[in-house]
């Protein structure tokens, strides 16, 4: 399980430069249902939102002890030092008082603290109404680190930026899986995953299936939501093979993410605010609408018989489309000939154990999973990792 900072009361769009920015911080697990038991320290820092970075941010300062005690209490942030009429800040909370994304580098151990949040840009302006509209958005960002960079001292950005909505939407909010599968992708691409002796081999097979940069064979996601684990992917895909000198990729994209109507602004957002990321352009997301209880659309044409892979984060919270979620994969499946079906990759933590009937369905079309990692967070259920092998 993982901790999230958020904002129970969201600050507002604008301020009057003399006035305060008024925020209930909260500390939360993903579905924001279950509150941070212990006492944690929540520090705050400004940014211009015109330098797009940390690096011109305040120091961070301490801003209150968060605990359950004081959950719903308001906070009145201090102002950034010389603000001025007409400039737009953001506001970041972070557990320690650093500048520092969520960084998948430290793979077991990540989500030991709560993970830090920014707002969206707070204009400051005379105009201000005294009951401003407050944000609807947040973003969190995420750091991959590559074996190269470390060895080159190099100090290549490859920071993802994911927007989620504050709504209770549940396409459009980071979940324990994607970042618990992203981190776990981060150290499969840096041969940092070995597993065990028994599945080594398996390891293997889905890391050339995924970040093999000769190949020309297509991945799917399906129910992506914010779109982080197919953003870290293609990432991750595009680095990889740029280091090992191959070039642009036949074909109109390898990565196809996948969801709901709903989900598709948000999604296509974030693949656009990401896009400097990829040096392939190849490797940038697409994304496209996949209902499960509908036919496969035309969009998943290109992936008849070039399927390498299908992944999957969190897609079991609702048994009740399991039924569905079974034929789609099996219409997937059957895009590729008999003899080379896609490996299947699946994140996943228990929220009701009922949910692991999706594995005795997977069996029934010859799916069968097998347990190759996992990350604890900070503690309670852990993020499952499972490959499937379609078994003839």
């Known amino acids: 399980m993982f901790y999230y900072v958020s904002f129970l009361r969201p600050p507002p769009l604008q301020v009057l430069p003399s006035s305060s920015v008024i925020i209930v911080p909260q500390i939360a697990n993903d579905l924001r249902t279950e509150l941070y038991e212990g006492s944690q320290d929540i520090f705050y820092s400004w940014s211009l939102a015109s330098s797009g970075n940390s690096i011109n941010a305040t120091k961070p300062a301490r801003l209150t002890t968060w605990r359950q005690t004081n959950a719903y209490k308001e906070i009145a942030v201090p102002l950034p030092p010389g603000v001025r009429d007409g400039q737009s800040w953001r506001l970041s909370l972070s557990p320690e008082p650093l500048h520092t994304p969520i960084d998948f580098k430290f793979g077991s151990r990540l ?3 709560p993970f830090p949040v920014m707002s969206m840009p707070i204009t400051f302006t005379r105009n201000a109404r005294n009951e401003s509209k407050k944000q609807e958005s947040i973003e969190r960002h995420y750091r991959l680190t590559f074996a190269r960079d470390v060895q080159r001292s190099s100090e290549a950005d490859h920071t993802l930026k994911i927007i989620e909505q504050t709504s209770f939407d549940l396409d459009k909010k980071i979940w324990d899986s994607g970042i618990g599968l992203s981190s776990w992708l981060a150290f499969l691409a840096n041969n940092n995953e070995p597993g065990t002796h028994e599945n080594r081999t398996l390891i293997a097979q889905l890391r050339d299936a995924l970040f093999n940069p000769t190949s020309t064979g297509k991945i799917i996601e399906l129910g992506a939501g914010t779109g982080i684990v197919s953003l870290t992917l293609g990432v991750l895909r595009s680095v990889l093979a740029t280091d090992e000198g191959e070039g642009e990729v036949e074909g109109d994209g390898c990565l196809l993410t996948t969801d709901l109507p709903s989900a598709m602004p ?22 496209e609408v996949l209902d499960w209880d509908a036919e496969l659309p035309s969009s998943t044409h290109a992936l008849r018989g070039t399927l390498n ?23 997937l499946i059957n895009l590729n000939p008999v003899d080379k079906p896609p490996l299947i990759l699946l994140a996943y933590k228990e929220r009701d154990v009922t949910e692991r ?3 005795m369905m997977a069996e029934e079309i010859n799916i069968h999973f097998e347990n190759v990692g996992e990350r604890l967070g900070a503690g309670g259920a852990p993020v499952e990792v499972w490959i499937g092998q379609v078994k003839a």
Do not use: C, Q
Request: glycine content about 2%; hydrophobic content about 50%.
């Open 266 to 287: 948000l999604l296509e957002h974030n693949i656009s605010l990401n896009s400097h990321l990829f040096a392939r352009p190849a490797d940038l997301p697409k994304a």
């Open 309 to 331: 892979a299908i992944v999957m984060a969190d897609v079991t919270y609702n048994t009740a489309s399991f039924p569905a979620l079974i034929r789609t994969l099996s219409n």
């Open 111 to 113: 989500g030991e603290l």
């Open 357 to 359: 009937s999706l594995w």
